[in-house]
């Protein structure tokens, strides 16, 4: 089945030490997300890639970097996690004209915990 | 007037009953809405898309009116396992329409 990738479902990194988070995506979208979603809140968008065009969200820290070496694979970089970074990590992909523009499909998500 | 407003909640509702939530938005140029079901710590999921008037699938209808600029759920004989959290979701009024503004979620429970 197609599918949205991300590994690893858990992740606990010390504070201060750099981190990295992969999703991969097998349903061959062209635009690739990053959100942060912390408890009870919505997911907030973090940057996303059209193909290998980055857009970044005004208000996301220098501290968040991604990068995506191909339509499959993307990665999120955290160079140097605070406690206020532990939070779930959603990748999500969509296929513009898919006919679906718009839809999201989000992977299982990373929770990071920063000690 | 936020992006996307969804009700409070939370819903508690007894099993086989019939709940609605609302959500409005701001930008009036949308023209895709969708709803999301997300269980506690799991990613959210696609459950229904609309893009014209409304859509249908089973027990779930999603209205749309954009004179008033709200969307609904309308969930029938509710399940046990309907039990969520549900996001109103529309793309963003600024910037590409492809980046979605969330909602802040209602959640759900079906209780037995």
């Known amino acids: 089945d197609a599918m949205v990738i991300q590994n690893p479902r858990y992740q606990v990194t010390q504070f201060g030490k750099p981190v990295t988070l992969s999703c991969s995506q097998t349903?061959?979208?062209?635009?690739m997300y990053w959100y942060q979603q912390k408890s009870s809140q919505a997911p907030k968008l973090l940057f996303h890639?059209?193909?290998?065009?980055?857009?970044n969200e005004a208000d996301t820290p220098d501290n968040f970097q991604s990068r995506r070496p191909n339509t499959s694979f993307c990665f999120l970089d955290i160079r140097s996690p605070g406690l206020g970074d532990a939070a779930m990590y959603l990748c999500?992909?969509?296929?513009?004209?898919?006919?679906?523009?718009?839809?999201?499909?989000f992977g299982p998500g990373t929770r990071l915990t920063v000690t | 007037r936020k992006e996307v407003e969804q009700d409070p909640g939370p819903f508690n509702v007894p099993e086989g009953a019939t709940v609605a939530f609302n959500c409005t938005y701001s930008?009036?140029?949308?023209?895709?809405f969708f709803w999301y079901r997300q269980d506690c710590r799991k990613e959210p999921k696609l459950l229904m898309s609309v893009y014209s008037s409304g859509n249908e699938d089973g027990r779930f209808t999603a209205q749309l009116n954009r004179a008033s600029q709200y969307i609904s759920l309308l969930i029938r004989d509710s399940k046990l396992s309907d039990s969520a959290t549900y996001l109103c979701v529309v793309p963003r009024s600024s910037g590409s329409a492809r980046q979605l503004t969330f909602g802040s979620g209602t959640q759900l429970t079906v209780l037995p």
């Open positions: 890639y059209y193909d290998k065009d980055f857009n």
């Open positions: 930008n009036s140029a949308s023209q895709s």
């Open positions: 349903l061959n979208h062209n635009v």
């Open positions: 999500a992909t969509s296929g513009e004209g898919t006919g679906r523009t718009y839809e999201q499909y």
